[in-house]
């Protein structure tokens, strides 16, 4: 299954793009009508909060009264903490025992309000945020919540920034116009995307790079986008190394819009073994083992295997190289990665290359192979810089 997180800010649209996503066939779980459910009277949660906060936190009906709690909670970081390491674990675990019930083709959307403040955006395969203008935000509290204006930022300025939230987002949904604007945005986003997303993901099949060569001016979110990739990939395989390399990792040069990551093993049977792990973490197997071109310093071809996986989303492509620590394609990644970035003079080198290649209308294919010799030809002067800066790896 296809799993979704969707947050945004308070005010922001997210309820009206999970009632749509809702519609559309999401199962969605929402985090709120949760954390409402597991401090009903007679709950464990309920008596928890009593317990540790006293009957003031109940109204004359016996339910937890909510203003109450917020006077308690707000700008008070411990009474907070206290107070989620109640609702926080229970919520989990109800979700939990949701998301086992969903069927294997499902696109489950989790919809968390404090998705970002709470570091769990590496937990879903997805990560949408819904986004309006501050001010847009403050009257829509102001008429649908009866806030004054200051209430209302108040309560947006307690919440994660924006640009914090844009960090994980892998899909943001502008909501400054009327809802039908949201709808459509909505729609493709669930056609064009997410149901592809799904069927690629239940099918372990990986999103092709196109023949068709196109190569970009240097994307400054290139390394953003890799860096969710690769929080992503480790929440899945754990305490493992995982760079992004390739010339999207290189600021300032063109670039295929192509996020390599490599994933580093003990031995090459290690990342055998983390397969499935790997590829339900959307990121799916290219096959058996694959080999880097080998290079006259070290041309056993053995020890440039490798396992190659692709993404399952549709709207990224990505290359994930698992490589064995000390291999030489371990090490020629890095090095080159890192001799590039230190030296203008490399980088504009194989800019040029890479704009005098594009000209003859070569495929992805043909480029990558025409680019080898150069790489042959370079590679000396990125062994004498590692050994003058004392590089490692």
Not at 121 to 145: D, G, M
Not at 214 to 225: C, G, K, L, S
Not at 244 to 258: E, F, Q, W, Y
Not at 362 to 376: I, M
Request: glycine share 8%; no cysteine.
């Amino acid at each position: 299954m296809l799993r979704v997180g969707l947050t945004g800010g308070i005010g922001a649209g997210k309820s009206a793009v999970a009632t749509r996503l809702a519609g559309l066939g999401a199962l969605v779980i929402d985090a709120d009508r949760i954390a409402r459910e597991v401090v009903e009277p007679g709950t464990d949660g309920l008596r928890e909060i009593v317990a540790a906060f006293g009957e003031q936190m109940l109204g004359a009906d016996g339910e937890l009264d909510r203003s109450t709690v917020g006077a308690v909670v707000f700008g008070d970081d411990a009474a907070r903490r206290r107070l989620e390491a109640i609702i926080h674990p229970r919520v989990r675990a109800r979700t939990a025992e949701l998301v086992s019930r969903a069927p294997a083709d499902a696109i489950v959307v989790n919809d968390v309000p404090l998705l970002v403040e709470a570091g769990l955006a590496p937990t879903y395969h997805l990560v949408i945020v819904v986004e309006a203008a501050q001010a847009v935000r403050v009257a829509r509290l102001v008429r649908h919540r009866q806030m004054t204006p200051e209430q209302a930022l108040a309560r947006i300025r307690a919440q994660a920034d924006d640009a914090r939230r844009r960090a994980a987002a892998d899909v943001t949904l502008v909501n400054d116009g009327d809802l039908d604007d949201l709808y459509r945005a909505v729609d493709a986003l669930w056609h064009d995307r997410l149901v592809p997303y799904e069927r690629n993901l239940r099918e372990r099949r990986r999103v092709r790079r196109p023949e068709a060569l196109v190569v970009r001016e240097y994307d400054p979110t290139w390394p953003e986008q890799a860096a969710r990739l690769a929080a992503r990939l480790g929440h899945a395989v754990g305490d493992l190394r995982i760079d992004h390399i390739g010339s999207t990792a290189i600021p300032g040069l063109p670039a295929k819009d192509v996020i390599d990551l490599q994933l580093v093993v003990p031995d090459l049977a290690d990342g055998d073994a983390l397969r499935a792990t790997i590829e339900a973490a959307g990121f799916p197997r290219a096959g058996d083992a694959k080999q880097d071109v080998p290079w006259p310093a070290d041309d056993d071809p053995r020890r440039w295997r490798k396992y190659l996986h692709g993404g399952a989303d549709p709207g990224r492509l990505v290359h994930l190289h698992v490589r064995a620590r000390e291999s030489p394609g371990w090490r020629k990644a890095l090095l080159f990665r890192d001799f590039a970035r230190a030296d203008a003079a490399v980088r504009e080198e194989y800019a040029a290359l890479k704009r005098q290649l594009v000209a003859p209308g070569l495929t992805s294919t043909e480029y990558a192979a025409a680019k080898e010799p150069w790489f042959a030809k370079v590679w000396p002067r990125a062994q004498r810089w590692a050994a003058s800066t004392g590089w490692r790896p």
